[in-house]
C-alpha cells in the first residue's frame, strides 16, 4: 500500500472514532439513571454540551498544528477524547457529565482544522478530491456504527461500560495513529524511496489551467507577502456563503443524528 493512502485511511478512522465518540450520547440519554434521584437528566443541556466544547477549540486546533505539527495535535486529541469518554462512564451526576461531555468536545475541536493541514505535505493535488470523500464518508460510517450500537451496547451492558469500551476503542486506535502517522513524506518509515521522489515532485509543483504549473514555495511566500490572511478572506462573499450552507447543513444532520433517537424511545418505545 502506498503511503499516501495510508495517510488517508487513518484520517478516516480517525473521522470514524471521533464520530461514534460524539454521537454516543444520544442513544445513551434514555438509559442514564443515577442513583441520586435529585439528579435528573436535562436531555436538552447535555445534547448541547459536546458542541460548546467543540467550538472553543477549533481556531487554537489549527494553530498548535502549525506550530508543532498535525500527528502530535491529533494523537493529543482522541488520546483526550478517550480519557473523556471514561470520565462520562465515571459520572455520579449530571452536572458531571454535562461538564465531561463539554471536555469530549473541547479534546475533539482541533481534529477538523488539524486533518486538513496534515493532508496538505502528503497529498498530490490530483488526490485531493478523493481524500476529502474519504473523510466525509468517515462521518457517515462512523454515525451508522454509533447509533444503533450504543443503544444496543446500553442496553446490554449499561451506559456507563458503554461509555468506557468507546474510550478504550478510542486509546488503541490513538496509539495505532501514533505508530504510523508522520507529519511529512520524510520522516514516514514505511514509505519507498520511489514514492518519496514522486510525492516530492509533485507537491513542489501545482498545475494550473493551461498546461502550466507554479511552485508551491514560491506561490505560498508570494501570498503572504500580499497579506492574504484572515481578514483578507472574511472580506470575501463566497467565505460566508460557505460558512452559511455548512452551518445549514450541520444543524440538519446533527439535529436529526441527536433527537431521532430520543424520539423513538420516548414516542414509540
Known amino acids: 500500500m502506498k503511503a499516501w493512502l495510508a495517510q488517508i485511511l487513518l484520517l478516516f478512522g480517525c473521522r470514524v472514532v471521533q464520530t461514534t465518540m460524539r454521537m454516543v450520547i444520544a442513544p445513551l440519554l434514555s438509559l442514564i439513571v443515577f442513583s441520586d434521584p435529585s439528579s435528573t437528566v436535562d436531555k436538552g443541556m447535555l445534547l448541547s454540551a459536546f458542541p460548546l466544547g467543540y467550538l472553543s477549540t477549533q481556531l487554537l486546533g489549527g494553530w498548535a498544528a502549525d506550530l508543532i505539527g498535525p500527528r502530535i495535535v491529533i ?41 486538513m493541514a496534515y493532508l496538505s505535505k502528503w497529498l498530490p493535488p ?25 443503544g444496543a451496547l446500553g442496553a ?11 474510550g478504550a ?3 488503541i486506535f490513538a496509539l495505532i495513529w501514533h505508530i504510523f502517522s508522520s507529519d511529512e513524506p520524510d520522516g514516514c518509515w514505511y514509505i519507498t524511496p520511489k514514492e518519496l521522489a514522486m510525492l516530492k515532485g509533485e507537491l513542489s509543483v501545482m498545475p494550473v489551467k493551461g498546461g502550466a504549473s507554479l511552485d508551491h514555495d514560491k506561490t505560498s511566500r508570494s501570498n503572504g507577502a500580499k497579506g492574504s490572511g484572515i481578514t483578507s478572506l472574511l ?25 431521532t433517537p430520543i424520539y423513538y424511545n420516548d414516542v414509540h418505545g
Not at 490530483?126 to 447509533?147: C, H, N, P, Q, Y
Request: hydrophobic fraction near 55%; charged fraction near 5%.
Open 75 to 115: 494523537t493529543a486529541a482522541i488520546s483526550l477524547s478517550a480519557l473523556a469518554m471514561a470520565l462520562c462512564g465515571l459520572a455520579t451526576s449530571s452536572t458531571q457529565l454535562y461538564w465531561f461531555t463539554v471536555a469530549l468536545g473541547v479534546a475533539q475541536g482541533p481534529l477538523f482544522p488539524t486533518s
Open 235 to 259: 472580506r470575501k462573499p463566497a467565505i460566508w456563503a460557505i460558512f452559511a450552507s455548512h452551518f445549514a447543513f450541520n444543524f440538519s444532520v446533527y439535529f436529526q443524528n441527536s433527537w
Open 126 to 150: 490530483k488526490e485531493r478530491s478523493f481524500a476529502a470523500s474519504m473523510l466525509d464518508t468517515g462521518i457517515s460510517v462512523g454515525s451508522l456504527i454509533a447509533l444503533p450500537l450504543s
Open 156 to 166: 446490554w451492558i449499561g451506559w456507563q461500560a458503554t461509555f468506557m469500551i468507546y
Open 169 to 171: 476503542m478510542a486509546l
